[in-house]
């Protein structure tokens, strides 16, 4: 079964730059695109990047994706961080047998 | 403009089987490449993903749940009906019908909440 794993939580500063890993399991990363989605404490999830590393319009170019295929992983890359940055994201793709998967989902604090 | 909005009791009884129906617009759940799933979040929890439903009428359901989950569409109704057996307090949550289009991002409806107590 392809799976998908993120760190539980992450942490930084505002103006740093944050990384968030998403490892694939089970199967190729690279096979199906991976999406990240913001969500905020007691709101829906929103797109950030799809298809692997374009930006919805309206997401600040803060937020960039990549594709890893020697590590089988995904990364979601915020530079500049605000405080409304804060919030949990979630890594999402597909398997072969055209499954949705999520990611555990990634708690960013910027302090 | 794509919009998708859930419906459904907001609280069953143990035992009991949940029916939620996903009501959309500004797409076709006819079109190829297209389909509408359902997605659930506990409290303070993380995304599940439950069933989808494809154009072609295949469906797929999580592995896990499976046994207890039916997914099905009225394409002339733009409705995507969602349904649990068995309700238990720890199926509880949020939860959510999405678009897809061709392995891309979901696009998501505004979430039920439904609570499962006697």
């Known amino acids: 079964n392809f799976m998908l794993t993120q760190p539980h939580s992450v942490s930084e500063s505002p103006g740093k730059t944050v990384t968030i890993s998403c490892t694939g399991s089970?199967?190729?990363?690279?096979?199906?695109?991976v999406q990240w989605y913001q969500q905020r404490p007691g709101s829906v999830p929103t797109t950030v990047i799809y298809?692997?590393?374009?930006?919805p319009s309206g997401v600040p170019d803060r937020f960039s994706g990549s594709i890893d295929s020697s590590s089988n992983s995904a990364s979601l890359t915020i530079s500049g961080l605000k405080t409304e940055d804060e919030a949990d994201y979630y890594c999402?793709?597909?398997?072969?047998?055209?499954?949705?998967?999520f990611g555990g989902g990634t708690k960013l604090t910027v302090l | 403009q794509i919009t998708l909005k859930e419906s459904g009791p907001t609280l069953v009884k143990p035992t009991q089987t949940l029916t939620l129906t996903c009501t959309f617009s500004?797409?076709?759940?006819?079109?190829?490449?297209?389909?509408v799933g359902w997605i659930r979040q506990p409290p303070g929890k993380a995304l599940e993903w439950l069933a989808h439903?494809?154009?072609?009428?295949?469906?797929r359901y999580s592995p896990s749940l499976q046994s207890r989950i039916t997914i099905t569409k009225d394409t002339s109704k733009n409705q995507v009906v969602f349904k649990m057996t068995n309700m238990d307090p720890v199926d509880a949550g949020t939860y959510y019908c999405?678009?897809?289009?061709?392995?891309?991002?979901?696009?998501w409806g505004t979430g039920t909440t439904v609570t499962v107590a006697s």
């Open positions: 999405a678009r897809t289009y061709l392995y891309g991002d979901l696009v």
């Open positions: 500004g797409f076709s759940l006819s079109t190829s490449g297209v389909g």
């Open positions: 439903i494809y154009w072609t009428d295949d469906k």
């Open positions: 089970g199967g190729s990363i690279a096979s199906n695109y």
């Open positions: 298809e692997d590393h374009d930006r």
């Open positions: 999402q793709s597909y398997d072969t047998r055209d499954h949705v998967v």
